[in-house]
Antibody, heavy 122, light 113 residues
């Protein structure tokens, strides 16, 4: 059974750093793109980026390029999303996603994690 | 970048009636070499992560009831629920995966009238 289990909720202050995780199981981690989606309170879904753990190829939405870093550790089948300096506007639910690949490019998300709520407040 | 526009923003339909949600892309998401439209639909129930219901514009995900159907090609797509059930109350999102940006539409909130 495919599972994406995300790390727990975080409460941080502006300017702090943060790294949240997504542990995958039930499939070959290195053979699927894994990504992140942001959902701000009461708002819609925003695609942030994806990584292919097999070769660490990473793609970002222009809206998030330079704002976050996506990484993966294939030895423990875990993907990460990190911030070096959080802002109040980073307050949101973050979902990790596994993507079906076609022509070796990430397509739709067939599995989703349960979400990690990040709250940034002074 | 491809912009995905959904309509309406919200929709109230009586139980057992048909619900139709629209999604329009700013450029075609049809790939002629494989004759496929690169579009998915997701359902997000309150307090839950989204789940895919339709991919390749009209393929139903395994386990999704057959009252859900997707149609359209090029730039205009629809998600139809043929006979609305209480458990279908959710927000629905379209997403293109033709580009490398995987852009979502703004969402349509579906409620019971």
């Amino acid at each position: 059974e495919v599972q994406l289990v995300q790390s727990g909720a975080e409460v941080k202050k502006p300017g702090e750093s943060l790294k949240i995780s997504c542990e995958a199981s039930g499939y070959s981690f290195t053979n699927y793109w894994i990504g992140w989606v942001r959902q701000m309170p009461g708002k819609g879904l925003e695609w942030m980026g994806v990584i292919y753990p097999g070769d660490s190829n990473t793609r970002y939405s222009p809206s998030f390029q330079g704002q976050v870093t996506i990484s993966a550790d294939k030895s423990i089948s875990t993907a990460y999303l990190q911030w070096s300096s959080l802002k109040a506007s980073d307050t949101a639910m973050y979902y990790c996603t596994r993507h079906v690949a076609n022509y070796n490019i990430a397509r739709w998300a067939d599995y989703w994690g349960q979400g990690t709520l990040v709250t940034v407040s002074s | 970048d491809i912009v995905m526009t959904q309509s309406p923003d919200s929709l109230a339909v009586s139980l057992g009636e048909r619900a139709t949600i629209n999604c329009k892309s700013s450029q075609s998401v049809f790939h002629s070499p494989n004759n496929k439209n690169y579009l998915a639909w997701y359902q997000q129930k309150p307090g839950q992560p989204p789940k895919v219901v339709i991919y390749w514009a009209s393929n139903r995900e395994s386990g999704v009831p057959d009252r859900f159907s997707g149609a359209g090609s090029g730039t205009d797509f629809t998600l139809t629920i043929s006979s609305l059930q209480a458990e279908d109350v959710a927000t629905y999102y379209c997403q293109e995966y033709y580009s490398s940006q995987l852009t979502f539409g703004g969402g349509t909130k579906l409620e019971i009238k």
